[in-house]
């Protein structure tokens, strides 16, 4: 019974570390374009950069981070990531012109990338194996609810008090996170014997999970639409009108997802992953529709509805599916592989999008993206929905002939 125990203190440690960096990922995420825009003059082209540089030194330090956990140990990669994240979290005070702004993402994306690796390969060993899907999806509930956290406090702070009121949440948030990843408890034994007994990885596999990588193209396709959302509903919501209700899509987008969340983890180990994940991208697909279609408040709200429930699901159950094809001691590097394809597909997105809303402006972006979403049915079922739909077949069989 011990074993099948979910809700454990180190469970909720390493799910309040993997909160507060992503509160303040969220909140900079969409006020940070704002801030540019306001404070240091930079141009509407320019402001993707701010997503794409952070994310693509994540990137960089993601695969590394996977190595590095099965020497240093989980929790030692994990403190050195939140430390570095906390001290990109300060320098935000001191920033006057793009260039510093840029410069300092790149430090703060390398904290980012090092402690959301750290944290989702420990979550994924300390999740009873009979309950991964369900463990999952509560620990991405946690992301999620960052998700609404970060945005609404951030907008709400900047439409109300200043950006410096919003660096001052992020410094907060980054010291909760590092006491939260000091209280933690990982088995660093596993990843010492598994390098001891198991013949170590050589090559590029020293660094991704091969067979994590179907669901991780998948999740990059998923990403680099989500990308339109997270990188540029502030500026459009203001551009259209809705500043006051930019502050409550990503609540509506929380309600959504919480709502479903005690059913869509059982959903996906009882029944498999296609009976999750399908109706999931078509909901994201329907929520950015929305997006280019809202000509008033309830519309965009109603947007965030279908993303929330949509995205929120995917990302739990991609993460899930990437790890279980993993090995115990290669979790940490199944971890990795996921998040840099996904970050890629956000920071490919972030850049891309910012060029392609230029020219076709914001509703015009946002219907290439439900378009975008759509096609990510098409390569979920092409890379894994299929194989995985001829497993579980086989699966009900033996199980009807025994």
Same mark, same amino acid.
């Given at each position: 019974m011990q074993k099948s125990k979910l809700w454990t203190k180190d469970f909720l440690a390493v799910s309040?570390?993997?909160?507060?960096?992503?509160?303040?990922?969220?909140?900079?995420?969409?006020?940070?374009? /704002?801030?540019?825009t306001d404070e240091l003059h930079a141009s509407k082209q320019s402001l993707g950069l701010i997503v794409t540089i952070f994310l693509v030194s994540g990137i960089v330090f993601r695969p590394l981070a996977g190595k590095w956990m099965t020497t240093l140990g989980q929790k030692k990669v994990l403190l050195?990531?939140?430390?570095?994240?906390?001290?990109? *979290?300060?320098?935000?005070?001191?920033?006057?012109?793009?260039?510093?702004?840029? /410069?300092?993402?790149?430090?703060?994306?390398?904290?980012?990338?090092?402690?959301?690796?750290?944290?989702?390969?420990?979550?994924?060993?300390?999740?009873?194996?009979?309950? $991964?899907?369900?463990?999952?999806?509560?620990?991405?509930?946690?992301?999620? /609810?960052?998700?609404?956290?970060?945005?609404?406090?951030?907008?709400?702070?900047?439409?109300?008090?200043?950006?410096?009121?919003?660096?001052?949440?992020?410094?907060?948030? *980054?010291?909760?996170?590092?006491?939260?990843?000091?209280?933690? &408890?990982?088995p660093e034994v596993q990843a010492s014997s598994a390098t001891n007994e198991i013949q170590p990885a050589k090559g590029l596999a020293t660094f991704f999970e091969y067979r994590s990588l179907p669901i991780s193209v998948a999740g990059l396709v998923v990403a680099f639409s989500y990308a339109s959302v997270i990188s540029f509903v502030?500026?459009?919501? $203001?551009?259209?009108?809705?500043?006051?209700?930019?502050?409550?899509?990503?609540?509506v987008y929380a309600v959504?997802?919480?709502?479903? &969340?005690?059913?869509?983890? $059982?959903?996906?180990?009882?029944?498999?992953?296609?009976?999750?994940?399908?109706?999931?991208?078509?909901?994201?697909?329907i929520g950015i529709f929305l997006l280019s279609q809202a000509t008033t408040s309830w519309v965009f709200l109603l947007a965030g509805a279908f993303i929330g429930l949509g995205f929120g699901t995917i990302t739990s159950s991609f993460q899930s599916i990437a790890v279980k094809k993993a090995s115990p001691h290669r979790r940490g590097v199944a971890t990795a592989t996921f998040f840099v394809f996904f970050d890629s597909g956000m920071g490919l997105g972030s850049f891309l999008l910012g060029i392609l809303s230029t020219a076709a402006g914001y509703k015009g972006m946002y219907v290439?993206? *439900?378009?975008?979403?759509?096609?990510?049915?098409?390569?979920?079922?092409? /890379?894994?929905?299929? $194989?995985?739909?001829?497993? &579980?077949?086989i699966s009900q069989n033996e199980s009807l002939g025994k």
């Open positions: 309040l570390t993997s909160f507060f960096v992503f509160v303040i990922f969220y909140m900079l995420t969409v006020t940070l374009p /704002l801030f540019a050195i990531g939140v430390f570095i994240f906390l001290i990109g *979290s300060i320098l935000y005070m001191n920033i006057h012109s793009l260039s510093a702004l840029l /410069l300092l993402r790149v430090l703060h994306g390398i904290g980012f990338g090092m402690s959301t690796t750290a944290t989702g390969a420990i979550v994924a060993n300390v999740i009873p194996e009979q309950r $991964k899907g369900e463990g999952m999806g509560y620990y991405a509930t946690f992301m999620n /609810l960052a998700m609404v956290v970060g945005p609404f406090v951030g907008l709400t702070l900047t439409n109300t008090l200043s950006h410096t009121a919003v660096f001052t949440v992020a410094v907060v948030s *980054s010291v909760l996170a590092v006491l939260s990843g000091l209280v933690l &408890r990982v502030s500026i459009y919501a $203001k551009e259209m009108g809705f500043t006051q209700a930019s502050s409550f899509f990503f609540v959504c997802l919480l709502a479903s &969340r005690p059913f869509t983890g $059982k959903w996906f180990d009882q029944y498999g992953e296609n009976s999750v994940v399908y109706p999931s991208i078509l909901s994201l697909a290439f993206c *439900s378009v975008v979403a759509l096609l990510a049915i098409a390569v979920y079922l092409v /890379l894994h929905g299929r $194989k995985s739909q001829k497993q &579980r077949i």
